[in-house]
């Protein structure tokens, strides 16, 4: 694991529910972990087994890009908050490509929202690498993890108010006769692809994390 430099610390004295402070900058970092549960997406701070490990599905049968999933995860907070700094995402994306010699691609954007109960307010949002695969013989993944940062301007959180981070991945074939499949990962406990239980193809190479983390910025107010 990569060591923090010496700015940030992995045990804030000035306040335990961050998981690292950066001192010069006056933020504390909370790391969430995004899961699905039976009912809903969820937002959280432990490393519990999520509902479903993997989002997969077939990619459309298009040249232009797609939308595969439009998930939303949220955190509602309980005391007031103000978000400022640069957000850190670590996650993976699959693409299983099966046509032989046929290319298939996938790419997510994370958006960064306010949710106050009625009304939604667009934030930020940044966008990953381009993911590609070519078909074989044999049905071929590629599932790199990425980090992808975002830069939030200072955004106030009153009490009650919901932070949405929305995932959005697209996919798109070389042309109309392109089979593949793509998706991401979601889980905290950072299991294996579980294709085999849902019936949906590997997107995830056996080994890579199927952890979806988001590392948050918020003023210490020293």
């Known amino acids: 694991m990569m060591a923090l430099p010496d700015r940030y610390i992995t045990a804030s004295p000035i306040n335990a529910t961050f998981n690292y402070t950066d001192i010069e900058e006056g933020i504390g970092y909370v790391s969430y972990y995004l899961a699905q549960g039976t009912d809903e997406n969820l937002v959280t701070r432990q490393n519990m087994a999520s509902n479903g490990v993997v989002s997969a599905a077939q990619s459309a049968d298009n040249p232009e890009w797609n939308t595969i999933f439009d998930d939303d995860y949220d955190v509602t907070f309980n005391t007031p908050k103000t978000m400022e700094g640069t957000i850190l995402c670590s996650f993976t994306q699959g693409v299983q490509a099966v046509t032989g010699g046929k290319?298939?691609?996938?790419?997510?954007?994370?958006?960064?929202?306010?949710?106050?109960?009625?009304?939604?307010?667009?934030?930020?949002?940044?966008?990953?690498?381009?993911?590609?695969e070519t078909g074989d013989t044999n049905p071929e993944i590629k599932s790199p993890t990425e980090l992808l940062e975002i830069e939030v301007p200072q955004t106030n959180f009153k009490s009650g108010e919901t932070l949405r981070i929305t995932v959005l991945q697209e996919g798109k074939n070389q042309d109309t006769t392109t089979d593949a499949a793509i998706g991401y990962g979601h889980d905290p406990a950072n299991?294996?692809?579980?294709?085999?239980?849902?019936?949906?193809?590997?997107?995830?190479?056996?080994?890579?994390?199927t952890v979806f983390r988001v590392d948050v910025p918020f003023k210490l107010f020293l």
């Open 191 to 209: 299991r294996e692809d579980d294709y085999e239980e849902t019936g949906e193809r590997q997107v995830i190479n056996s080994g890579d994390t």
């Open 103 to 132: 290319t298939s691609y996938s790419r997510v954007t994370v958006y960064i929202r306010k949710w106050d109960g009625s009304s939604e307010t667009e934030i930020a949002n940044n966008v990953s690498d381009e993911v590609s």
